[in-house]
């Protein structure tokens, strides 16, 4: 591995300065074809006719169609990215949260280009270079050094999960049943999508993995929620004695809907877990990087209790951290793929970005924007109180509480009450209007923003609110 940390990953006799002058000189061009990029755009007539063929080919060989008609170009700037129509949008949803530094940030284009000089594209997990262990162990000091000593890297967040759920199954001897939370959501392999509380998502799958639900915290009512969802474990145990291989949770809801709930609520839920011998499993794999610290585990203190922990989306490289007693038996874990070289130097940096610089914390960069995207769905409130009507008091304006969810980098607006018939439209009206965002939960539904968090200003919350002010305007 070369020590020369201005070219990490790069082969000694390669990290000179006809490298770093052909890498300037590739960054300088880019730099000048971004500074076109000053705003939201609308399409250019003669690019839809040229990029329509594309898009439409894609649809048909994929038998589906992609579900924003666009496809990007290959240039961005920060939280801006040009797509082939020739429209420039404001991209908050990031690839469901993948892009954390938005689009063509110049030190990941370089971390990339470095790697791109590495003898192979991809590593694997009978041979790989020094790319995956420096990888490994960045995440490893990252997350709870103490417990989480071990890190199997993989290239999806739910394969990551299908090994975490293997090695809870081994370490309790073959324990089928999965103890979960309704709404959750764990990725697409056939298992995963058993585990998911979405019908959808499993439609003509025959279910074999027996998944036990558990009520999520309600803010409208903390007590009583935290009280019910306790009896609910209780119940699971109690039923189904040494039967659970694990107890899985998203610590923030993604899919499900930006739902947060406060340490008072996990901590019995924790404690009669670990009691009754279930492995806690953190599936941290849209969380991962967003919220007030790299985990979502670490922002409630809660790494005491974690024996396996998933990540994934702004990595680039997925992975599952779990303790020396859960370290499964040769054989368990394999598999063709790592990642490729690019995505674990560009992986790395991100997080050594996210943990230099001021991203975390009460008062942190995440927390920050957090309180901007906040103040200013405020003022969507106050400017349309028409669309914000209260889901809990018919007939009311909601507050602001109802309507803002999430945290840091999670980011969720609520009008029409969650009504999907009329938040789920809005995705596209928003993306003709120049914003990419996505939707979340089951109903209630929500307005989803992954923002590129890395690189976000206070200034592009702003720009984005707006439109979704006249979009809103324009619906109502
Ligand atoms: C919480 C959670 N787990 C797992 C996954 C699956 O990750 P991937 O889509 O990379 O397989 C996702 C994806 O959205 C997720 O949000």
Redesign the pocket.
Known sequence: MTTDSTHPGLYPALANSETDSAIASILAQIDQAQQTLTGVKGPDPDLIASSEPCIDQFARERGRGLFFPVMGAGLGRGALVAMTDGSVKYDFITG??VHSFGHGDLDLIRTALLASMSDAVMQGNLQCNADAAAFSALLVESAAPDRLKHCFLTN????S?ENALKICMQHTGGAARVLTFEH?????TTT?CQIGDSAGGRQGIPLNTDVDYLPFYDQQDPEGSTARTIACLDEFLRRYPSQHSCFMM?LVQ??GGFNTAPREFWIPLLERAREAGVPIWF?????FGRTEELFQFQALDLAEYADVV?L??MSQV?ATLYTEALNPKPGLLSATFIGSTAALQVGRRIIERLRSGDSYGSDGRHARLHATFRRLAGTLLEAHPECFPSMFNPGQTADLDEIVGGTGGMMRLTPYGGEGSRVKPLIMRLLDAGVMAFTCGHGPFHLRFLPPVGVLQDADIEAVMEIVGSVLEDES
Request: include cysteine.
């Open positions: 469901i949260g999806s967040g739910a394969l999960n959750c959501f764990a990725g697409r995963m998203e993604g899919e599936d941290e794999v849209q969380s998933t994934g989306k997925c």
